[in-house]
């Protein structure tokens, strides 16, 4: 079982760039697909992004392409998320997954770490 701790969360003001990493434990990261997703108040949690073990194929949800960039560093065992351009609806609570599967285009990951906040001030 892998563990995973997030960090880099914060205040930034609308515009500006955040970079959230994601340390595991666990001598298999390198076999583990790895993603972010994030949860704001009142809402459901939601997909971020994600990213193959090999970090060759990521995949964004529709409210962050072309502003956030997934990416991997094996021999860190770190995932990151890149996150530009950054709006108040960006603001929430974001957890980083590993492992699980994607069923019909659905990631569905085995674990996540405790969560880092993201605030983003208008």
């Known amino acids: 079982q892998v563990q995973l701790v997030e960090s880099g969360g914060g205040l930034v003001q609308a515009g500006g760039s955040l970079r959230l990493s994601c340390a595991a434990s666990g001598r298999t990261f390198g076999s583990y697909r790895m993603g972010w997703f994030r949860q704001a108040p009142g809402k459901e949690r939601e997909f971020v992004a994600r990213?193959?073990?090999?970090?060759?194929?990521?995949v964004y949800s529709d409210s962050v392409k072309g502003r956030f960039t997934i990416s991997r560093d094996n021999a860190k065992n770190t995932v990151y998320l890149e996150m530009n351009s950054l709006e108040p609806e960006d603001t929430a609570v974001y957890y980083c997954?590993?492992?699980?599967?994607?069923?019909?285009?659905?990631?569905?990951?085995?674990?996540w770490g405790q969560g880092t906040q993201v605030t983003v001030s208008s």
């Open positions: 997954t590993a492992g699980g599967s994607v069923y019909s285009g659905t990631y569905i990951p085995n674990a």
């Open positions: 990213i193959t073990w090999t970090g060759g194929s990521t």
